[in-house]
Each structure stands twice: as C-alpha cells, then as structure tokens.
C-alpha cells in the first residue's frame, strides 16, 4: 500500500514539473523573434508570444474582426501613406490586402516600406468609412484627381488597428515627424 502511495505521489510530482516546465516554456511569434533580432519597432510592441497571439495574415483576420482578440498580422507591404506614413497595406500570399491603421496616429511608419515584409500587432475592427476619410486615404495614396472624385459612397471596411509595426532595419529612410512633436517621436525604437 505504501509502495502505491509513493508511486503515485511521484507521478503526481512529475505531472506538476512537467507542467510548471512547460507552461513556463514561452516561445516567441515571428515578429518576436524579429524584434530579438533588431528589427525595426515603429509604436509599442509588448511581447508576443505562440499560442497566446494568433499569427495570420490578411486571409485570416475576419474571423478576429471585433473580438478585442490581440493579432500578430504578417505579409508584405502594399502600398504606405505617402504624406506622413500613418497607415499602410498589408498583402498576404494570396494577395489580399488589409489596410492597417497606426493606432491613435501615434506613430508613422518609413513612407519607402514598399515591398518588405512585415508584421503588425493590434486588433481587427469593421468601420464605415465616410466619403470624406475614403477621399483623403486615395489623396494619400497617391490617387488621381479623377479616381478620388469616383469616390462618392461611405464603405464599410475591415481595419488592423496597429499598436506597433515591425519592419526589417536597414535602407528604410527616417518616418515622418508629426507637426509639433519633439526629435525621436513617431519613429522606431
């Protein structure tokens, strides 16, 4: 009887190890990792973790849109804010793009991002976009005249709300600096 009863004592010890072990055991996302190894942060960017934040690209953010569930979003960059670099669009491999917004215009991302993978962190939201807001993201998009007065009709859109953007470092020219905002604001960490 004794024998059973360290047994299982023993067993129930090594669960608990294994289990304090393995919660322990936090790996990384993607972007994560990249930051560990000197990419680029324009925003804030807490850790992220496997398991914790989904990983995904565009293809996959509409089961995420207003669940308050924060998201790791990867792909490459589309197209960038030509003004200030407050937005950008996030293609994925299939081609699907996303517009991501730089959360509360806090941060602006290099306007010559185009064509670098990236990842952002933040939540996936569905707005009605106003006439006037769809005009001004064309104007800043760099659209003609004639494709801007086109626009006449509010659309509903899916955004990414970013609190942080993730971009490989090196040959990215200085992001814009926000009229009023002191040296170092709006920039990479």
């Keep these: 009887m ?4 360290l047994a299982a004592a023993a067993l129930a010890a090594g669960s608990l190890a294994s289990t304090i072990l393995l919660g322990g055991c936090a790996h990384p996302t993607r ?4 930051i560990d190894r000197g990419w680029s942060v ?3 960017a807490d850790a992220t973790v496997r398991g914790r934040e989904p990983e995904v690209g565009p293809e996959q953010l509409a089961k995420f849109v207003d669940s308050g569930e924060r998201v790791v979003l990867t792909g490459t960059v589309d197209q960038v804010c030509r003004t ?3 937005w950008l669009d996030i293609a994925g491999k299939s081609g ?3 517009r991501v917004m730089n959360k509360d215009h806090g941060f602006f991302i290099p306007r010559n991002a185009r064509g670098r993978t990236v990842h952002a962190i933040g939540f996936v939201t569905e707005r009605e976009l106003s006439v006037e807001m769809l005009r001004h993201l064309a104007e800043d998009a760099g659209s003609s005249q004639a494709e801007i007065d086109a ?3 509010p659309r509903k859109s899916v955004l990414f709300i970013a609190d942080a953007v993730i971009l490989p470092s ?3 020219d200085a992001p814009a600096v926000a009229p009023g905002a ?3 604001e709006g920039g990479a960490q």
């Design 84 to 86: 200030m670099g407050c």
């Design 182 to 184: 002191g040296a170092g």
């Design 151 to 153: 626009i006449t009709a």
């Design 170 to 172: 090196g040959g990215l």
């Design 42 to 44: 324009y925003g804030q």
């Design 2 to 5: 004794q024998s059973h009863l």
């Design 31 to 34: 972007a994560q990792y990249d």
């Design 96 to 98: 699907e793009v996303v």
